[in-house]
């Protein structure tokens, strides 16, 4: 039932890029993102409603691909602030449920 | 700047016990979820409510309890805390058709 996060954790130096992808065994509708730093609460990063959709948020990028049942998302020269665990997350049936995917813990370091 | 609030939110306790924990949002939100997260990250559904005097469970079956009397509020109740439910508890509403998770800070359970 939940979507699938690849990588589980990556480690980056200040300045290199990073994909993180989410999959779903079922069909995907939509696709949102969510960053959650240590001790804090999940925020909202993006969503993305159409198959094919990208959007971006500063230097953090994703794309949408309905047809796949997948979702990547790109960092693009890595700033020690976007150290933190990614969700991606998706509705279910009415869209009153929300799930998300297993998890990827990006570390940024000096 | 959040408008859901938990409460507590860190809570140590004795098997057996009852304890409640409360979430309110100020954001007029008719939709509103309790999610469970261990050390291990994964956030899974337990409850969700699409209104008030509608509640219904997630795909993670959990021993706990929850109501919506009120659109604002939406406590989660364990009869009898035991030590499989140390968690880490998050909660999060939305706007119909808004599609965005607001969370609150979260209420970190410990059941000794």
């Known amino acids: 039932q939940q979507p699938v996060q690849s990588p589980q954790a990556v480690i980056l130096r200040e300045g290199e890029d990073a994909v993180i992808n989410c999959s779903s065994s079922k069909a995907l509708y939509s696709v949102h993102w969510y960053r959650q730093k240590h001790g804090e609460a999940p925020v909202f990063l993006m969503i993305?409603?159409?198959?094919?959709e990208q959007k971006g948020h500063e230097k953090i990028s994703a794309s949408f691909n309905e047809k796949k049942q997948q979702s990547s998302l790109y960092l693009t020269a890595s700033q020690l602030s976007y150290s933190g665990t990614y969700f991606c997350?998706?509705?279910?049936?009415?869209?009153?449920?929300?799930?998300f995917g297993t998890g990827t813990s990006l570390t940024v370091i000096p | 700047e959040a408008d859901i609030y938990q409460t507590p939110r860190y809570l140590v306790i004795g098997t057996g016990k009852k304890i409640t924990l409360e979430c309110s949002q100020t954001m007029g939100h008719d939709k509103m979820y309790w999610y469970q997260q261990d050390p291990g990250m994964e956030l899974h559904l337990i409850h969700y409510?699409?209104?008030?005097?509608?509640?219904e469970k997630g795909d993670l079956s959990s021993e706990s309890t929850v109501s919506r009397i009120r659109t604002e509020h939406f406590p989660l109740t364990l009869e009898s805390a035991r030590p499989s439910h140390t968690s880490q508890y998050l909660c999060a509403s939305t706007l119909s058709g808004a599609n965005v998770l607001t969370f609150g800070a979260g209420s970190r359970l410990t059941v000794l």
């Open positions: 993305l409603l159409k198959g094919g």
């Open positions: 997350g998706t509705e279910k049936g009415t869209g009153n449920q929300f799930y």
């Open positions: 409510s699409y209104g008030v005097n509608s509640t």
